[in-house]
């Protein structure tokens, strides 16, 4: 059975960082591509960062990329994303997914975590 699980989530004020972790179980880890998404209240969910199951490739978005980091650590079967310099707008709840082709579109991913929730404070 397949299980994602994201922590780190809460409450930071703007310009603070936080690191969000997934683990997950269930299946190969390291043959698969993670990514994160998030959906803020009213907005659709939208891509926020991907890294290829090798960790040789990562995408961000426009959003995101200087602020954001992806990393993975197969042997804790652990994808994190390190945010810093959070800004209102990143306020949302985030969601961890697992793929097994490398993909930043959200539809394609076959599996989610539950998402944790973050907010950034003004």
């Known amino acids: 059975q397949v299980q994602l699980v994201e922590s780190g989530g809460g409450l930071v004020q703007a310009g603070g960082s936080l690191r969000l972790s997934c683990a997950a179980s269930?299946?190969?880890?390291?043959?698969?591509?993670m990514a994160w998404f998030r959906q803020a209240p009213g907005k659709e969910r939208e891509f926020v960062a991907s890294m290829h199951w090798t960790g040789g490739s990562t995408d961000y978005a426009d959003s995101v990329k200087g602020r954001f980091t992806i990393s993975r650590d197969n042997a804790k079967n652990t994808v994190y994303l390190q945010m810093s310099s959070l800004k209102p707008e990143d306020t949302a709840v985030y969601y961890c997914?697992?793929?097994?082709?490398?993909?930043?579109?959200?539809?394609?991913?076959?599996?989610w975590g539950q998402g944790t929730q973050v907010t950034v404070s003004s």
């Open positions: 997914a697992a793929r097994y082709y490398y993909s930043t579109s959200g539809s394609e991913f076959d599996y």
């Open positions: 269930g299946y190969t880890f390291s043959s698969y591509s």
